[in-house]
């Protein structure tokens, strides 16, 4: 299936803007949780592989900006771990495995529509995001062989990158989200995110086509702080 560009996204983001009315406020927290990560990949030319998800941890900063007291402008800046697991199935092979931990710097920006003007609220969100593949670390078991036996090690380390990495990505992110204001100014969030890669993390061998997209799940609590308490003119 061909995926959509960005461009359209901030099109429409865009004209939502535009369409607002502009009384502003901003709001500003910390947001911290887990990730599960599908590594999408099609296996061509390695059927003795099989891919699963793992979960990973997210923690970074969340900041909006309110039009009005409906539609809003989302930006994060986060520390997220897009893990994923490789077994190999074969009879002789499968104690063989790899964890791959690779540890993103993702900016989403979205559009924030916000419903209920009570204490508690339901938001919807919507937009793209830009990252950048900082770390990646593995671990499991290997194996080399000798003329009459199969040899088994473990490792765990921290792989240097190479040209076949693509080490930034682009994609489409939305998701819900519910939060409560305990007071004027302070509340909490929890929120599920889609992280959804338009680009490949790998590049791709010469005469190999073997694409590979992360999609990724964040659920997190939220702490923000409200600047002023927007009121409807």
């Given at each position: ?8 996204l901030l099109v429409v983001a865009l004209l939502c803007w535009t369409a607002a009315e502009v009384q502003a406020q901003w ?83 979205m559009a924030e529509c916000t419903l209920g003007e009570d204490q508690f609220q339901v938001h919807m969100y919507f937009g ?106």
């Amino acid at each position: 299936m061909k995926r959509p560009t960005l461009l359209r996204l901030l099109v429409v983001a865009l004209l939502c803007w535009t369409a607002a009315e502009v009384q502003a406020q901003w709001t500003v927290g910390l947001k911290g949780g887990i990730t599960l990560t599908d590594p999408g990949r099609t296996n061509m030319g390695r059927v003795d592989e099989t891919y699963s998800s793992m979960i990973g941890v997210e923690g970074g900063l969340r900041a909006s900006y309110e039009f009005t007291d409906v539609l809003s402008l989302r930006m994060d800046l986060s520390y997220m771990q897009r893990t994923h697991y490789m077994k190999r199935n074969l009879n002789y092979l499968n104690n063989v495995f790899t964890i791959y931990t690779n540890s993103y710097l993702m900016l989403p920006i979205m559009a924030e529509c916000t419903l209920g003007e009570d204490q508690f609220q339901v938001h919807m969100y919507f937009g793209g995001y830009g990252g950048y593949w900082m770390r990646a670390h593995v671990e499991g078991v290997t194996y080399w062989m000798t003329d009459y036996y199969i040899n088994f090690d473990s490792f765990d380390e921290n792989r240097e990158f190479n040209v076949e990495d693509q080490r930034w990505a682009i994609g489409l992110v939305g998701g819900i989200g519910v939060s409560f204001d305990f007071t004027e100014h302070m509340g909490v969030g929890l929120e599920a995110l889609y992280y959804y890669d338009l680009s490949t993390y790998h590049k791709g061998y010469t005469q190999l086509t073997d694409p590979r997209y992360l999609s990724t799940l964040s659920i997190n609590l939220s702490l923000y702080y409200r600047f002023f308490k927007y009121e409807q003119p």
